[in-house]
């Protein structure tokens, strides 16, 4: 996540005094955030700003539900229900996880990176939901009754499996990033492409302080072996959850992954999960999403078998290494062509990819890259358009956009050219030119 969160004007839903409201919670955060980075301010600076940024949501939650109302909103049930899981569950944990840690640097982090990415992935789509402009992400949510056993069951296979009392922070885990984390992902099939997927997502701290530890781990951080049993360990977590969903008993486990926090985010953006749950086990960290019965559309992810599982899990260790390669951030409505330069670019960069102006602006503001590859022939929001956004914004203005263009044409050249990129390529080159180009760009920037 940046150092700061910028506000854009597809934040806003056409409501002035909700819009109004937004950037005001985004002003609180952004405080709160430069409070962080300021170490001679003691614990109690964070704590007041903690304490402003609850009562104003709470006031603006409760201000939007009345407009919500007002309208006869048909989505209103189901927002008030994420407004309540966040005021009844999310807040209270990570207040409580402060005060016990006395305002530890992690549990701050915890806290700005959950309300962060909750307030964004809110903002962008619950919200203007209610103005018709998206469709709400958690209509498919189990009722409520159905949910809380489901997290009783969570709840209690974490005591009996590794002894741990967690607590709930979220029963709309929204894709938040709240730490160094594994993403594993499993997928159930009953017929040829029908299929269930489990999301676990571990806090590595979480993998060291339970697996670790029985393993007598002596290194400091998650390796081969260690990432093994844990993807044993969670396997069985898994069967015995859906020992307690009867509508699976004819589903059996069809592929494993392990993704990137960009993976993650691309596959749970546009899902309407069932069920979404963030916990605090005390020892990090633990979220377990379940998507409903799909078709399914391949993400690219190499699928883990008998025969790769070392070399993929190595793999997947190396590439998780944080700041270890630069990042990049392709922005392209074609999906073969997201795909494509996923592949060409991923062994040398961290790459996160993005299908529209809006998705980017989204990226930018959790996960800020080295260089922007932005398609300049997308629909509804042009390349023109998203550049003109980032170079609006003194937070994004200084991050380097090289073009990408199918287009030969000249007069198209002349105008991609006026906006004043880094650079232009050209999508009929051949994937080494791209490659050395883009080598190039950041062999100058180091010089």
């Known amino acids: 996540m940046g150092n700061q969160l910028v506000w854009q004007d597809r934040f806003n839903i056409g409501v002035d005094f909700i819009d109004q409201e937004h950037r005001k919670l985004f002003s609180i955060l952004n405080k709160l955030l430069d409070d962080k980075q300021q170490e001679q301010r003691g614990p109690w600076v964070c704590q007041e700003g903690i304490k402003y940024f609850k009562d104003h949501a709470m006031r603006h939650f409760a201000e939007e539900e009345g407009y919500m109302a007002s309208i006869s909103y048909t989505g209103y049930e189901t927002h008030r229900r994420v407004h309540d899981n966040f005021r009844r569950k999310t807040l209270p944990a990570l207040e409580r996880e402060l005060e016990v840690s006395n305002y530890s640097e992690e549990a701050i982090n915890h806290f700005l990176g959950v309300c962060s990415g909750w307030l964004i992935g809110h ?8 103005t018709g402009k998206t469709a709400s992400k958690w209509a498919g949510l189990m009722p409520e009754g159905e949910q809380a056993a489901m997290g009783s069951t969570i709840i209690q296979l974490l005591q009996d499996m590794f002894q741990l009392d967690a607590q709930v922070v979220s029963n709309c885990y929204g894709g938040e990033k709240f730490g160094k984390g594994i993403y594993y992902r499993l997928a159930y099939s009953a017929g040829k492409r029908e299929k269930w997927e489990f999301i676990l997502i571990f806090e590595e701290k979480l993998i060291l302080n339970t697996i670790g530890k029985i393993m007598d781990n002596k290194s400091e951080g998650v390796n081969v072996f260690l990432m093994n049993a844990t993807r044993y360990a969670a396997r069985q977590f898994a069967d015995r959850v859906r020992e307690h969903m009867p509508s699976m008993d004819s589903y059996e486990m069809k592929e494993e992954n392990l993704l990137s926090y960009g993976q993650f985010q691309r596959r749970f953006e546009d899902q309407q999960p069932q069920f979404s749950l963030l916990l605090d086990t005390g020892a990090g960290y633990f979220a377990f999403c379940v998507v409903a019965p799909q078709l399914y559309q391949g993400g690219g992810e190499i699928s883990i078998q008998a025969e790769n599982a070392m070399a993929e899990v190595g793999k997947y260790l190396e590439d998780n290494i944080e700041n270890q390669k630069k990042k990049i951030l392709v922005v392209d409505d074609s999906a073969l062509v997201r795909k494509a330069m996923q592949e060409l670019l991923s062994k040398d960069y ?4 993005a299908k529209s102006g809006m998705s980017a602006i989204r990226s930018l503001a959790l996960d800020r890259p080295d260089l922007i590859l932005l398609d300049y022939e997308m629909p509804v929001c042009d390349g023109s358009q998203v550049l003109e956004m980032i170079r609006s914004e003194e937070d994004f203005a200084d991050i380097p956009v090289i073009f990408l263009t199918g287009s030969v044409e000249k007069d198209r050249v002349k105008k991609v050219v006026a906006l004043k990129p880094e650079g ?6 051949p994937p080494v030119e791209i490659k ?7 062999q100058g920037a180091q010089g």
């Not at 903002?123 to 209610?130: H, K, N, P, V």
């Not at 050395?436 to 950041?442: A, L, P, R, T």
């Open 350 to 353: 961290e790459v996160a990819l």
């Open 436 to 442: 050395k180009n883009i080598d190039s760009f950041f």
């Open 424 to 429: 232009y390529l050209l999508k009929t080159l």
């Open 123 to 130: 903002t962008l789509i619950e919200d203007r939901a209610i």
